[in-house]
């Protein structure tokens, strides 16, 4: 029996050997890959202290006011790619990395929009770009640049939403809100670890180019190596962790924006019933769930529209959520046309 006890105990040791040396030799690959992305993509833009943090900060263009770009969740500057430089030929158009996230540091917290608000209001200071801001919010950044308005309004000439998040989502109405999230969280959660171990890396899991892009292989690259990092899979855990608090039913609906001009941008293909159908069925979804998850982000858009009395709301057609990419150019003639018509705000 001891001798039985005895080579167990020796099968299992050898086991775990094995198991921490791979580990580690994932932890190496991981940090000299890294390390290598660093070297061969390194920022386009400044690197500006905020708040005791280094933030990237990439300006194009001149003029006022400026135009600031604030990217959805996970996203970082190479989001903006296919308008950054067309609407900097008219005015001066400035994107940043939040924490974590494209080449701005890591912090350890999880932070709240009025924080987002914050750090952005200081790495623009500290950049001597001086205010009014018209502010750009894709997605979750339209929360963000809400939350800028709500604490620095002084500063901001207008806002542009691009299919923004809306503060009471993830949609309380939708029924299966609460367990897309929670699958969402679990995923992300769990490539974190994966990512310090480069299996994330070497699986290609986080490649920006497993979907067709606009973006030209360059940025693609660029951009795959920014997402393989175990910086960026934390920033989205944090940022994830802040976003599920919209699920509680007592969360309060967006604030008004008063007098502030407004342009509401909302993706076609994720409203018209009839795409959105089709695209269930070819996927093999619940049609009326996700019907009915297109009437709500409608509601949402239009509910979005009315937060200011200066507002014009746009449907852009045959456009999913990443507006600036499927249809660059409307994109860009909008928000012109929007900055070029502004009033100046009372």
């Keep these: 029996m001891t001798f039985v006890l005895s080579r167990r105990l020796r099968y299992l040791s050898f086991g775990l050997a094995i198991v921490c040396l791979t580990a580690l030799m994932g932890v190496v690959y991981q940090a000299k890959r890294t390390a290598a992305d660093q070297a061969a993509f390194p920022p386009p833009g400044r690197m500006i202290s905020a708040k005791g943090v280094n933030l990237h900060l990439y300006c194009m263009g001149s003029g006022s006011p400026t135009l600031v770009l604030e990217a959805g969740l996970g996203e970082n500057v190479l989001s903006w790619y296919p308008v950054h430089a067309k609407l900097a030929q008219t005015m001066r158009v400035c994107a940043y990395d939040r924490p974590g996230l494209g080449w701005s540091d890591p912090i350890a917290a999880a932070i709240q929009p009025e924080e987002v608000a914050e750090n952005l209001q200081a790495l623009l200071h500290n950049a001597g770009i001086a205010p009014p801001f018209v502010l750009v919010g894709h997605s979750r950044g339209g929360i963000y640049v809400r939350a800028f ?18 503060e009471q989502g993830p949609m309380h109405q939708y029924p299966y809100a609460a367990r897309d999230y929670r699958k969402q969280a679990l995923q992300i959660a769990i490539a974190e670890p994966l990512s310090r171990l480069g299996v994330v890396r070497l699986l290609g899991i986080a490649d920006a180019d497993r979907r067709p892009s606009p973006l030209p292989a360059e940025i693609l690259a660029a951009k795959t190596a ?3 990092r175990t910086d960026t899979a934390h920033a989205v855990v944090n940022e994830i962790a802040v976003m599920r608090q919209g699920l509680d039913p007592t969360t309060p609906p967006p ?7 407004l342009l509401v941008l909302t993706a076609g293909n994720l409203v018209d019933l009839a795409i959105v159908a089709r695209k269930a069925e070819g996927a093999g979804k619940d049609v009326e769930a996700e019907k009915a998850l297109a009437e709500i982000q409608q509601a949402e858009q239009d509910d979005l ?4 009395r200066r507002s014009r709301h746009i449907v852009v057609g045959n456009s999913g959520h990443f507006i600036m990419h499927d249809q660059a150019d409307a994109f860009v003639t909008a928000v012109r046309e929007f900055v070029l018509d502004m009033p100046l705000v009372d």
């Design 226 to 228: 920014i997402q393989n």
């Design 255 to 261: 604030r008004s924006l008063g007098n502030l001009p």
């Design 305 to 308: 529209a009315r937060l200011s």
């Design 149 to 166: 308005y709500h604490r620095f309004p002084e500063q901001t000439q207008g806002i542009v939403l691009v299919d923004s998040t809306h």
